[in-house]
């Protein structure tokens, strides 16, 4: 073993014999104790309903307390189960309903709206764009994170800041799909720290991470907290070195607390009862056996002896010689460039500490204004469209290879009486195309990005208006040239009448078609996860297909169900592209075969059962129907977000 790495001390974490170790003052970060905020809870219970239709609840959390100090880091730990993510979803506010308790800041009560402008929630998943590069995600970060009074020069010397001091300097240009789990760990963090939160709750920090990695994470964790900040996060079965590098363990068990205090305390408290470690055992490990009644049934006993997470004897047993030997481990694999260098960047409080009665009504709710957000979302999503091929680059090519193969298949059939049956089928097949492209594409990517909103928005990034109003405006220009390219060519290609006000209600018809289609598939991606929506949505298409007028007309069709025809957009829009094509007295087609049935456009409708059709109502039913979709797309949104 090399010299230079520190030895493990012969003292295992067991050991009830290891001694405080005197810090010097010098040493220990001074931090401004004004704005420090400790968070709390009192006889905090949570139960959810089992099944629909049962009237049973089944009860998570058990009238637990505890406080959680600032300039700690605490760490949440019990078997799967007990209630460890549920507890964290309540302090962060992420979970509100059936919660019964009460939520403290600095032994007051606790108001939300002012404890959401200094507290961020990092989830256990990294959401975060792909096709972005760090710098570019840093830079929307802080221009959605940081007032519009700081200026661009601030923000990016905020960044650069930020990004060395957790060592993502070196790859600010790599896109973050590209990044390795603690990278992607650490810039997660890194875009919560612009805005200087004062409490940083984390779900499974190191989930997905290797020892190396993890080792890095929790030390940036280490430095956060001992600059003054309240950092909580849910940990699994972490190794003895890391689990020594906690000031502060919540233990829970069946969903109540079996332990409130410092690490080194611990040991001492399950000896109390009995309780004693195996030397060279993972405390961590001995703590979760005992949690899961391996050594027999003592949770009832320990809760007793916590008082369900009331007393704090044991809190008052700070940091000990091998929290320090574990500090000094990593610090020197650091040096030796073993794991990437992390320490927390400068903390410039800007919030101060909430307390009762201390909103303002007059408190904007997010950093920046709704413009702002509408611009700088619409640049992260141009950027992404720019840089997705399979969403921007594959849907013109995909619309204009079907625009030719179409085109060539119906080659000159808009001229001859003989082939409107034909020229039916093909304005059929323009509206089903356009329809099913326009619905797949945003079902297949609107779901993947309610993650992100609900990261995004519950850190107070941005509203939902914003990021919904951006979205559908991003992706217009996209629909717009995919649609046009196709209309176009197969207008041209199946030489339909070249008449100005025909070309322009044809194109409108069809921007139309592909809008409504997009707008439902707005609908149906908010509204279910991605395997979902896509067995719902073509269910959903079926009866408006069957009554289009297509494949069976109105007054063939049994009267009980000739309403559906009224509802139908594609009825609508086969009708708009018919009446354009053949309506407002196109004259009599010419007939190259020895008989043509039909030769007067206006007949052909009367056979389609369209003679009563009018152009207008289509536009203006295509364009109501489109509005509806999407103002309902909204609340669903909003809704399931604040449902989540």
Excluded at 325 to 353: C, E, Q
């Amino acid at each position: 073993m090399d010299d230079n790495l520190v030895s493990v001390p012969k003292t295992r974490p067991d050991s009830l014999k290891v001694e405080l170790l005197r810090i010097p003052e010098n040493d220990i970060p001074v931090r401004n104790r004004r704005h420090e905020c400790n968070v709390g809870f009192e006889n905090l219970s949570y139960s959810v309903r089992e099944g629909i239709f049962r009237k049973r609840r089944k009860t998570i959390l058990r009238n637990i307390s505890g406080t959680f100090d600032a300039g700690n880091l605490t760490a949440i730990m019990g078997p799967s189960g007990c209630g460890k993510t549920t507890l964290m979803n309540i302090l962060a506010g992420y979970t509100i309903g059936n919660v019964e308790g009460e939520l403290l800041v600095n032994d007051e009560p606790r108001v939300e709206s002012s404890f959401k402008k200094i507290m961020c929630y990092i989830m256990q998943d990294d959401c975060l764009q792909p096709l972005l590069t760090v710098k570019e995600v840093m830079m929307i970060a802080a221009r959605l994170k940081l007032p519009d009074t700081v200026s661009r020069e601030e923000k990016k010397l905020k960044i650069q800041e930020t990004l060395e001091a957790i060592g993502l300097d070196v790859c600010c240009d790599t896109r973050t799909g590209s990044l390795s789990g603690g990278q992607r760990k650490r810039l997660s963090i890194a875009l919560e720290l612009l805005r200087n939160p004062q409490v940083l709750i984390l779900d499974e920090p190191t989930s997905g991470l290797d020892s190396s990695t993890s080792k890095q994470c929790i030390m940036l964790l280490k430095e956060l907290s001992a600059e003054g900040r309240t950092v909580i996060c849910t940990i699994h079965q972490p190794s003895a070195l890391l689990f020594e590098l906690f000031d502060h363990l919540y233990a829970l068990a069946e969903g109540c607390c079996i332990y409130q205090g410092s690490i080194k305390g611990m040991l001492p408290y399950l000896a109390d009862i009995g309780l004693r470690c195996p030397p060279y055992h993972n405390p961590a490990d001995y703590l979760l056996e005992v949690a899961n009644g391996e050594h027999g049934s003592f949770t009832n006993e320990l809760v007793v002896k916590s008082a369900n997470g009331r007393r704090d004897d044991w809190k008052k047993i700070h940091r000990s010689t091998l929290q320090v030997h574990s500090m000094n481990h990593i610090g020197t694999m650091m040096d030796r460039g073993l794991i990437t260098p992390v320490k927390a960047p400068p903390f410039r409080f800007s919030h101060s500490t909430p307390r009762r009665g201390s909103s303002s009504c007059h408190s904007p709710k997010y950093p920046t204004s709704f413009p702002n957000q509408v611009a700088v979302l619409l640049k992260r999503s141009f950027l992404v469209l720019k840089r997705d091929r399979t969403l921007t680059y594959s849907r013109i090519l995909t619309h204009f290879a079907t625009a030719l193969f179409i085109g060539i298949l119906y080659y000159g059939i808009g001229i001859d009486a003989k082939d409107l049956h034909n020229n039916a089928n093909f304005m059929f097949f323009s509206i089903m195309f356009l329809m099913m492209t326009s619905f797949n594409c945003v079902t297949l990517t609107f779901p993947t990005e309610v993650a992100l909103i609900n990261k995004e928005h519950f850190n107070s990034w941005y509203s939902i208006g914003s990021y919904y109003f951006s979205n559908m405006i991003s992706d217009l220009p996209i629909q717009m040239i995919a649609t046009l390219s196709y209309a176009l060519v197969t207008f041209y290609m199946t030489s339909q009448p070249r008449e100005g006000f025909r070309i322009m209600y044809f194109l409108i018809i069809c921007i139309l078609i592909s809008l409504v289609a997009q707008s439902f598939g707005m609908l149906v991606g908010s509204s279910w996860e991605m395997k979902t929506a896509i067995i719902i949505g073509p269910i959903c298409f079926l009866p408006f297909t069957i009554f289009s007028g297509f494949f069976v007309q109105f007054h063939d069709a049994h009267p009980y169900v000739q309403w559906i025809f009224h509802i139908s957009y594609l009825k609508y829009g086969f009708e708009g592209l018919m009446l354009a094509i053949l309506g407002y007295e196109r004259e009599k087609l010419p007939c190259e075969a020895d008989y043509c049935h039909v030769r007067y456009p206006q007949q052909f409708l009367e056979q389609m059962d369209m003679e009563n059709a009018v152009y207008s109502h289509c536009v203006f039913f295509l364009i109501g129907l489109q509005l509806i979709f999407r103002i309902v797309t909204y609340f669903v949104l909003l809704l399931r977000v604040r449902r989540k």
